[in-house]
């Protein structure tokens, strides 16, 4: 049994509006084990940042979260939603053990100072107090992600990088402390198509590198399918299906995950209409009590399906499903998408 | 059975009070989809409570400029030698170990042992105080001819040969005026100068602003120029000069016409940067793109997308430019240079602030500078609930 | 045979400044066939917005030719066109944006934005007026009774449909689409192309359909050109182009695509170094620098953009000798 690095447990996140309480995370979880990556695939809004976030206990104040975060840490567990905001511990652990990299490379370097001057600093922070040290470990990892030159590099600013660059000192930066998890929200969104391809070369062979667990945040199919070893898929603050990346490429059972994979146009396969889904994800303070794809749900069975939110059910080796359908454990007739 | 059937009830009324809950939620969502920009704002402006604060204190400031001549006891020409530094009436209520409702004593004039003037009340004969009493004619708004005022004293009880009995509220000035009059009459010209220089500025901003913004080209350049000439004036001096330039003698009409023309020539530049920017930000926008591909007519865009998308801003930028009028006014009118006596504003009750020993024996006189101060916090707060209320779409 | 409803021949575009001319847009030619989607393809920067942009006539070319077939049966070229005919062809050819939220004015209804353009091209009664937005609403997929909103009421997918009502009121035949669904999540992505198709069957109209997305460019387009630095690198019908690119830029983007299934593991050819600054492109073929195949004659002679095969026009010395890698 290979241990888990982050356990999430029944993560739920409100916040107080004006019009009343919005619960965009409604009792998530899930486990990212040892060297291993986590896809978590949903649309906009489903609650996949937030998520991460709170992983993080980098929220608004504004969000109420409940729930378990345990991290594993030296073979104890921390619940990190215990621990008090901004507290010496939960700060040694962000950056030191969990480290992340966001979407936009350029808006997570601050300007004013030069990428060796912004690398070291975490470096002290978390590793060594010597400076000439620091420097060292600084250009040994841009070195190892792949950017030539690293010495001249140290001493540049952010705006004479390119997008891809960046995101690459931005990975370098996150992974300088040896991290046991990082958390990647989007980190190749806003690049262009070959650079996102380097990228996600680059965190593959990084991984086996530093044998570290990867929660990989996005909505783009393609990147999951060539990263992720396993798929959580979000549907309005939940997890509706959760399994290994080839168990949902292949044999997807909740009607959302059928409809998203139907969505993806697959270079080479014929030009008919693509497969989509019905409606607009509804607004999160409008849910009924029942399950929340019942209405755009292409499957839905007014016998089986008209009752409160079903929970993940396993439905195989590591693939589990919450759909009512599956209740009864007979398989999925209706196929084919 | 009758229990399960109970409970089955229970349940559905249950059930029925969720249905509604959400039914009128949505109700509620759809009246938020449907609402404008000016409605989203006030949604925001409203959850801004110093805003709110600040625009009832302004609304009851400017009822106040509406109805001056209503409430104020007094009119703007009368005076009274016998009370010229007169304290604040005190407002009694017991005569006599009697309680005879609200009224106030005449004051009788002694000097003390340094021959100074002093007030006394003569506690003999009452003067009860009434609402709605007939007084000095006045206007309301030029046209509402009237002579009641809304409170005020009897004044039938009053000995031959004594002038009448004037209440008091925040005493006299040296020529026994009763300076809540004067404070309400001069707000009518201390808050509609700002106003009116305001609009004009506004409009200035918006021609000037919007021509060099939507030409650009030599256009802006020299537009930018003109600007940056007006700009790297000091305010002050240049006030005093243009002031200064107001030919004596002229009619008060005149003299208030002068002051807002000479507050907007000040504060239009930065009002048009604020419109050149937007105007250009705007430009780039694809939505703007669009309705010209649609062959949407170039006055069109800029009456129908361009200055609804700057004004928002521009009304923010407004309201944070009128404390600076409203200072400047009273300053000009302080140092003489604005208003002039028989008309009023602040500036100029203020005037008799300027010596020290009138400070010090009327410590009264300084009212007026509260209502300055007031007028300016509350425009300047309900500005910055504005600001963050300009962009809903945020 | 339908017939070319567009010809771009030649066109630049060059943005100057004080010091510095950037070649947006560097010589490019291609022609559009009725009723055609074309894609086109290449990484930020490569000029394909300004292209479109171009051919909607929001910039002006610098040089060359838009050859404009309108309804009338008469060719234009909407580079020198008089404000009068150029109004009478803007509504034939109109523009989808990437940005949802950006397009729309958040200060006009629904209604409002859809009919605008009706309102500035014909004087229409206003029971008129109103049949004709809630025509097209619904074959957008809008319910009627959201024509009273306010864009910010909608998801993203929504405002798009809302974007594609306005630009297909005016009955265009040519539409760029400029990334237009880009912004958007798959599922929704999925629905707005599927609707896409659609109207474009219905109405018979030409896209010319901008993305940086391989898979949606070749699941909706019959050809595909490819940019680079402003150039047109290869242009050819889709399934040509990606079974078997001649230039060696194609065939490093066809590689780098992320296929959505586990099981293909698409071996990417690398892209040696970053694309040079546009305002000093490098000498001869401007992707010698990155180039694989590179030899010295790339280095120094600029390339032309030539027909190789039927239909399949390509910017390489070497096309005639390599054999490169496409997508099955």
């Known amino acids: 049994m290979v241990n888990s690095v982050l356990k999430v447990e029944d993560l739920k996140i409100e916040i107080k509006l004006d019009e009343g309480m919005l619960t965009p995370v409604r009792g998530v979880s899930f486990e990212v084990r040892e060297n291993e990556t986590l896809g978590l695939v949903g649309e906009s809004g489903c609650g996949k940042s937030l998520t991460c976030k709170a992983i993080l206990g980098i929220n608004d104040k504004k969000c109420k979260t409940t729930g378990k975060i345990n991290f594993s840490k030296d073979g104890s567990e921390i619940n990190l939603l215990e621990m008090k905001k901004d507290s010496a511990e939960i700060r040694s652990i962000r950056g030191k053990n969990i480290s992340m990299i966001f979407q936009e490379p350029m808006s997570s370097f601050s300007p004013l100072y030069t990428i060796g001057n912004q690398m070291s600093e975490v470096i002290l922070l978390h590793m060594t107090k010597d400076k000439k040290k620091a420097k060292e470990l600084a250009i040994e990892a841009l070195r190892r992600v792949g950017i030539a030159n690293p010495e001249k590099r140290y001493n540049q600013y952010p705006h004479e990088f390119s997008g891809g660059m960046l995101q690459r000192v931005l990975i370098a930066m996150a992974l300088v402390c040896n991290p046991n998890l990082l958390i990647a929200d989007e980190p190749t969104t806003a690049l262009d198509v070959t650079i996102q391809a380097q990228i996600i070369e680059l965190m593959k062979q990084l991984q086996k590198e530093y044998r570290m667990a990867i929660l990989y945040i996005t909505h783009d199919l393609g990147t999951v399918a060539q990263i992720c070893d396993r798929v959580a898929v979000m549907y309005l603050g939940k997890i509706v299906e959760i399994g290994t990346v080839h168990e949902i490429f292949k044999d997807p059972k909740h009607p959302y995950t059928k409809g998203l994979l139907g969505s993806v146009h697959k270079i080479g396969g014929n030009n008919e209409r693509l497969f989509s889904i019905e409606g607009t994800v509804p607004l999160a303070m409008n849910l009924k009590d029942r399950c929340s794809f019942y209405d755009r749900c292409v499957f839905r069975d007014e016998n089986k399906c008209n009752r409160p939110e079903p929970c993940l059910k396993e439905v195989g080796k590591e693939h589990s499903v919450a759909c009512w359908l599956y209740e009864s454990n007979e398989p999925h007739e209706k196929e084919g998408i | ?394 | 045979m339908p017939e070319t409803i567009l010809t771009v021949k030649n066109v630049s575009k060059v943005f100057s400044s004080k010091k510095v001319h950037i070649r947006a847009v560097n010589n490019v030619s291609f022609e559009v066939k009725r009723g055609e989607t074309i894609g086109i393809v290449g990484e930020s920067g490569c000029g394909k917005t300004t292209l479109g942009r171009c051919i909607v006539r929001a910039i002006d070319a610098t040089s060359g030719e838009i050859l404009y077939l309108a309804e009338d049966g008469k060719v234009y070229d909407l580079q020198n066109i008089d404000k009068k005919t150029l109004r009478g062809i803007r509504k034939e050819v109109q523009m989808i944006f990437q940005d949802p939220f950006a397009s729309l004015d958040p200060r006009m209804t629904v209604f409002d934005i859809i009919s605008e353009p009706l309102r500035a091209n014909f004087k229409l009664k206003r029971n008129e007026l109103e049949e004709k937005v809630k025509s097209i609403a619904s074959k957008v997929g809008l319910n009627p009774s959201y024509l009273k909103r306010y864009p910010h009421a909608f998801s993203g997918g929504q405002r798009q449909r809302i974007g594609i009502a306005r630009a297909l009121v005016l009955n265009p035949r040519l539409i760029v689409c400029d990334e237009a669904v880009s912004a958007l999540d798959v599922s929704v992505q999925a629905q707005v192309i599927n609707l896409l198709m659609d109207l474009q069957k219905e109405f018979k109209l030409t896209y010319i359909f901008i993305s940086h997305d391989l898979s949606v460019v070749e699941h909706i387009s019959d050809k595909v050109g490819v940019m680079y630095l402003g150039k047109m690198v290869e242009y050819a019908p889709t399934e040509e182009l990606f079974r078997n690119p001649l230039h060696p830029y194609t065939e490093a983007l066809l590689s780098a695509v992320l296929i959505a299934d586990p099981t293909v593991k698409n071996t990417r050819i690398p892209l040696e170094g970053e694309i040079p600054n546009p305002a000093n492109p490098p000498s001869g073929c401007f992707f010698h620098t990155r180039c694989r195949y590179c030899i010295e004659k790339c280095k120094t002679e600029d390339v032309s953009f030539v027909e190789k095969k039927p239909g399949h026009f390509v910017a390489c010395h070497r096309a005639d000798e390599l054999n490169l890698r496409g997508i099955v």
Not at chain 2, 30 to 58: C, P, T
Request: aromatic share 12%; net charge positive; with cysteine.
């Open chain 2, 1 to 394: 059975m009758m229990r399960t059937k109970g409970k089955t009830n229970s349940s559905e009324r249950v059930l029925r009070k969720e249905e509604r809950k959400l039914q009128k939620r949505i109700k509620q969502q759809e009246k938020y989809f449907m609402s404008s920009q000016w409605q989203l704002m006030a949604r925001r402006l409203v959850k801004h409570k110093l805003a709110v604060i600040s625009f009832v204190i302004l609304a009851i400031l400017y009822t106040g400029v509406i109805f001056a001549g209503f409430i104020a006891p007094q009119g703007l020409e009368d005076y009274s030698a016998t009370y010229s530094n007169a304290p604040p009436s005190k407002i009694h209520f017991i005569h006599n170990g009697k309680f005879v409702g609200p009224f106030v004593y005449r004051y009788d004039t002694e000097f003390d042992k340094f021959r100074n003037k002093i007030f006394v009340e003569n506690k003999e004969e009452i003067y009860p105080i009434k609402f709605f009493v007939k007084g000095v004619p006045y206007k309301i708004l030029g046209f509402i001819e009237s002579d009641i005022h809304l409170f005020g004293v009897d004044n039938s009880n009053l000995p031959q040969g004594k002038d009448p009995v004037v209440l008091m509220l925040f005493g006299a000035d040296k020529l026994g005026r009763d300076l809540f009059s004067r404070v309400l009459i001069g707000s009518q010209v201390s808050l509609t100068v700002p106003l009116v220089g305001t609009f004009i500025s506004f409009v200035l901003a918006v021609i000037i602003g919007g021509l060099s913004g939507y030409y650009g080209g030599w256009v802006d350049t020299v537009i930018q120029r003109i600007i940056e000439v007006f700009l790297s004036f000091p305010t002050l001096p240049l006030w005093m000069a243009l002031s200064a330039a107001i030919p004596p003698g002229i009619s008060v009409t005149k003299v208030y016409i002068f002051i807002t023309i000479i507050m907007s020539l000040l504060s239009w530049p930065n009002l048009a940067r604020v419109v050149r920017s937007k105007f250009l930000a705007l430009k780039k926008e694809d939505y703007v793109l669009a309705a010209r591909l649609a062959g949407v007519s170039d006055f069109k865009i800029i009456i129908r997308h361009l200055v609804p998308g700057f004004m928002s801003y521009l009304i923010v930028n407004l309201t944070l430019g009128i404390p600076g009028m409203i200072l400047g006014e009273t300053s000009m009118s302080f140092l003489g240079l604005g208003m002039r006596p028989p008309a009023t504003s602040w500036g100029v009750l203020l005037q008799e602030c300027q010596s020290i020993s009138n400070i010090a024996n009327c410590p009264w006189k300084l009212i007026p500078v509260i209502f300055v101060g007031v007028a300016v916090l509350a425009f300047n707060f309900l500005g910055d609930g504005m600001r963050d209320a300009a962009d809903p779409y945020k």
